[in-house]
Every structure is written in structure tokens, then in C-alpha cells.
């Protein structure tokens, strides 16, 4: 398992795939939901969710979407996304 300080420092990378199923957490969707999106089974999607949680130290899907904003990695109602480029932007 990995220490605290290391999962807080941001230094731990999530796989693409990973990344595609943290957004869809952060719109609210259920594991089940995930699984139907993206053509995979559940049982796929918890294995994910749980790695995730294991390389960000998260212990819930609030704690592992707080992890996502501090980092970067998601973009909520304007918070985090000022390095996010604009889509009005040319």
C-alpha cells in the first residue's frame, strides 16, 4: 500500500482508461452506468474504481473526485479549469 504523503503528491498517474471513468464518476454515474457507456462489464469498471483508489490513497468515489480537483485532473463548475483550454477559444 502505498504511504500517504506519496498518493497526496500527485506523482501517482492514472491510465487513460482510468481517467475516461473518473469523469464519468464526477457527472454522477454508478458503476453499472460506466459499464453500459463504455461497452464493459461491471465487474471491469469496479476493478478500475478500486485501483484508483488504492494509487490515490482514496478510501470513497467523494474522497477519489477530491483527489481528481486538487490534482488537475477533472474540472468542476469552473474550479480547476483555468489550465483547461476554452472551447471558445480558437
Known amino acids: 500500500m502505498f504511504s500517504g504523503d506519496f498518493a497526496n503528491s500527485g506523482q501517482m498517474s492514472l491510465s487513460a482508461r482510468e481517467m475516461e471513468i473518473i469523469d464519468l464518476v464526477a457527472d454522477g454515474l454508478t458503476n453499472q452506468e460506466i459499464a453500459q457507456r463504455l461497452t464493459i462489464s461491471k465487474r471491469t469498471v469496479d476493478n478500475h474504481v478500486s485501483n484508483m483508489f488504492t494509487k490515490t ?17 477533472i474540472c468542476r463548475d469552473g474550479f480547476n479549469c483555468c489550465s483547461l483550454p476554452d472551447e471558445d477559444d480558437p
Do not use: I
Open 57 to 73: 490513497g482514496s478510501k470513497n468515489r467523494v474522497a477519489l473526485l477530491n483527489w481528481a480537483m486538487d490534482h488537475g485532473k
